[in-house]
């Protein structure tokens, strides 16, 4: 069965720093490009980053250049979102997406979804 895990999630104060988890069980990551997306109460879900499946490209949402950092591990095979000088509109329910053989997008055009871990950035 195709799993994926997010952990890493938690509260935090502004200025801060978390590091996301997207573990994967039932297939290589490497078969796929990675997204990561959030929902914040009372708004759609927006694409923050993507890497390819090789890793050698990625994308960032406007809103997180310079400050998050996306990247895979093939031996853990697990892909991480590195999040730096938080801030409190950072706040939301993180996702990572897997979607196999496909490109790197920032759209939700993916195959499969984990269940979400919570970043609270607040003082």
């Known amino acids: 069965q195709l799993q994926l895990v997010e952990s890493g999630g938690g509260l935090v104060q502004p200025g801060g720093s978390l590091r996301l988890s997207c573990a994967a069980s039932?297939?290589?990551?490497?078969?796929?490009?990675i997204g990561w997306f959030r929902q914040a109460p009372g708004s759609e879900r927006e694409g923050v980053s993507c890497i390819s499946r090789s890793g050698g490209s990625t994308n960032y949402a406007d809103s997180v250049k310079g400050r998050f950092t996306i990247s895979r591990d093939s031996a853990k095979n697990t892909v991480y979102l590195q999040m730096n000088s938080l801030k409190s509109e950072d706040t939301a329910v993180y996702y990572c997406?897997?979607?196999?053989?496909?490109?790197?997008?920032?759209?939700?055009?993916?195959?499969?979804w984990g269940q979400g871990t919570q970043v609270t950035v607040s003082s």
């Open positions: 997406a897997a979607r196999l053989w496909g490109m790197c997008v920032m759209t939700d055009e993916y195959d499969y």
């Open positions: 039932g297939f290589t990551l490497d078969y796929a490009a």
